[in-house]
């Protein structure tokens, strides 16, 4: 599923976002935003700003495509959709940029195509100590825009049937 504003402040505040920042707006967080993008220049622009990928998440700068039907950002700035309205024409998102290591939380109108980062329905509990147990099972679409075609290849050792939906509205 799409996570929504609550469930990114999780991650947040796993990350090491304080209390007092989790619900501002704008730009957060310290670090934060550094610990979640993919390190280096190689879909990066230069600084790519306190980029460790520390969380694994390898946040990539898919940039977004505006109203005009025009893409921007691409190589600067990552954006995602949250699963959380915040106006009737509009949802939380969250961003990150490669001249910032925080991380930008922001309501946005619903016509900007933002990408979305899916968040498996299999509860995987974290512990700061120890992530030995941790099975991290990732999927990626980049370069953002992708193709008309979508293959997303998926294996698992648990015997489960998976579906894959994705509508173009």
């Known amino acids: 599923h799409i996570p929504n504003d609550n469930e990114w402040k999780t991650l947040e505040t796993f990350l090491g976002m304080s209390k007092t920042e989790i619900d501002e707006l704008g730009y957060r967080g ?20 306190g980029a460790t990928n520390e969380s694994n998440f390898t946040a990539l700068p898919g940039g977004y495509l505006d109203i ?29 940029a490669s ?3 925080s991380i930008f939380r922001f309501n946005e109108i619903c016509v900007l195509g933002l990408s979305a980062r899916c968040l498996s329905n299999d509860f995987i509990a974290l512990n700061k100590k120890s992530d030995q147990n941790l099975n991290l099972e990732l999927f990626r679409a980049y370069p953002n825009p992708t193709n008309s075609i979508l293959t997303i290849p998926y294996s698992t050792s648990r015997d489960e049937n998976l579906s894959l939906i994705i509508l173009d509205q």
Do not use: C, Q, V
């Open 30 to 49: 310290g670090s934060i935003g550094g610990k979640l993008k993919e390190t280096g220049f190689t879909n990066w622009f230069f600084p790519n700003s």
């Open 68 to 96: 005009d039907d025009s893409f921007s950002s691409l190589s600067h700035g990552a954006y995602f959709w949250t699963a959380t309205k915040s106006e009737s024409s509009e949802a939380y998102h969250r961003s990150l």
């Open 99 to 101: 001249m910032d290591s």
